[in-house]
């Protein structure tokens, strides 16, 4: 045993104040919170991805207020007609509404995966994937609209302001592409799930770090939906 280490009456060792107590505690491997790497590294992955999107939002408000031709109106811009007038944003709102419902049915895929609930976990997976497909799909939807319908380029737009077009595409398409990254990701954990590789490792950790992920990109679109199409 160490000179700098003394053994108490429990029989733990208990580091000597000091100098030498400061390079025994360091060297001694220390863990001050128990997270696992792999949800350690999720966060920090979300944290550069906040500091991006905030970023692309930041720029996005400056490019709106110092624009000099006209911003299109969004209420206008995203309006879908069925056979009447045209409803504002009833789009966007069905879209807003399947990716928060994905945030539910994903909580529920972590919360039956602590109770090491195989098939529900896999099965709310699955569903919360196919409403994040679902939601690309729409997105698709709206991007070909406002390309073969409205004649909106990232460079030019017939409707207003120019920089509307990229300011979209640029956003958006961000977050598209997040969210089929996390349509993949989640059907590769679901079916992880549903070959019980998860009950041999003896953790369902890594359900929880994608529930992390899933909920990130929710998240953001609120911001997106606040920022770009309500304001």
């Not at 128990?34 to 991006?52: E, R």
């Not at 009447?84 to 990716?99: R, V, Y």
């Not at 509307?164 to 640029?170: E, P």
Request: include cysteine.
């Amino acid at each position: 045993m160490s000179q700098d280490a003394v053994l108490t009456g429990s029989g733990d060792v208990a580091i000597q104040e000091g100098l030498g107590g400061v390079v025994g505690d360091w060297s001694a491997d220390k863990q001050t919170f128990i997270v696992p790497w792999g949800k350690a590294m999720m966060w920090i992955f979300l944290l550069s991805d906040t500091f991006i999107f905030s970023c692309f939002l930041i720029g996005y408000m400056k490019v709106r207020i110092s624009a000099t031709d006209p911003w299109p109106i969004p209420s206008e811009v995203f309006a879908l007609s069925f056979g009447g007038d045209p409803i504002p944003l009833i789009l966007i709102a069905i879209m807003t509404f399947i990716l928060i419902t994905s945030s539910g049915t994903m909580a529920m895929a972590v919360n039956f995966g602590y109770r090491q609930d195989r098939k529900t976990t896999a099965v709310l997976m699955l569903i919360t994937a196919l409403l994040g497909a679902s939601f690309v799909g729409m997105q698709a939807f709206e991007w070909t609209k406002l390309i073969v319908d409205e004649g909106v380029r990232p460079w030019s737009n017939p409707m207003g302001a120019a920089q509307f077009g990229s300011t979209f595409f640029m956003i958006t398409g961000f977050h598209g592409l997040h969210v089929s990254c996390g349509v993949i990701y989640l059907l590769v954990v679901a079916k992880r799930v549903w070959t019980g590789f998860y009950d041999r490792k003896g953790t369902y950790e890594t359900v929880e770090v994608a529930g992390l992920y899933w909920h990130f990109v929710d998240l953001v679109w609120v911001f997106i939906f606040a920022f770009f199409y309500l304001w």
